[in-house]
């Protein structure tokens, strides 16, 4: 059974991503950037769990704007398997020529979700940290 491999991305709105971004890399050490080039985290335990929607652990939810990306080794097995399973299936599929190719699922609650099969060489990246 195809199953979710990781965290992909996560993608959110700001008014100013250029120092949104410069904040996130200067006080938490992400490297946030509009390219290609992702930053790598350490290997670890990841947390995925669904909140009330008036939670308010994670902020207002009025100002939830998230989406959350899932790696998975193989992009046209799992979005059939989803299809059959009766979930909303995007039929676009986006391939990229860096990062890989891209799918997308709205899950119960109206939540796109995207789907990512990383290119090999994605894959093959040492992992690192960028530092000029």
């Not at 100002?63 to 193989?74: E, G």
Request: hydrophobic share 35%; net charge negative; glycine share 8%.
């Amino acid at each position: 059974m195809e199953r979710v491999t990781g965290i992909g991305g996560v993608f959110f709105r700001a008014k100013d991503p250029a120092a949104l971004s410069e904040w996130y890399d200067k006080h938490l050490g992400i490297y946030l950037k509009d390219d290609d080039d992702p930053w790598w985290p350490d290997r670890g335990p990841t947390f995925i769990q669904p909140f009330r929607s008036a939670e308010e652990f994670f902020g207002m939810p009025e100002h939830q704007t998230s989406m959350l990306n899932f790696r998975v080794r193989d992009l046209d097995a799992m979005l059939a398997q989803l299809r059959e399973q009766g979930a909303d299936v995007d039929d676009h599929i986006s391939t990229t020529s860096g990062p890989g190719r891209y799918g997308w699922v709205t899950d119960p609650e109206g939540n796109r979700v995207e789907l990512w099969e990383p290119s090999p060489d994605m894959l093959e990246e040492p992992a690192r940290y960028k530092k000029d």
